[in-house]
C-alpha cells in the first residue's frame, strides 16, 4: 500500500471520527428511540423486535463509547478507500 493511500484513510478516518463525534447526541435521541420502538415491538413480533434491537444497541454504543466510534470510522473509511485506484 502507497503512503498517499495509507494518508487519504488516515485523514478520511479523522474526519468521520470527528463527525461521529459531533452528531453523539443526536445519535443518542435516535439510539433511545429506537430501543423504546424495539421494545415494544418485542411484545407484538419477538423476532423483528431483536432485530431491531441490534442496531439500536450499536448506535447506543455509538454515542457512549469513543473505542465504537474509533473502530467505525476506521472500518467506514477502510470501505471507503477499499476500491479505489493509486495514482
Known sequence: MSKRRRLARERLE????HLLLAYRRLTL??????????TALLFIKPLL???????ALYL?????SYEITLHTARLVAW????????D
Open 14 to 17: 479523522i474526519y468521520v471520527v
Open 29 to 38: 435521541i435516535v439510539a433511545l428511540l429506537m430501543l423504546t420502538y424495539a
Open 49 to 55: 423486535g431483536i432485530m431491531s434491537l441490534l442496531p
Open 60 to 64: 447506543l454504543l455509538l454515542s457512549n
Open 79 to 86: 470501505i471507503a478507500t477499499l476500491w479505489r485506484e493509486e
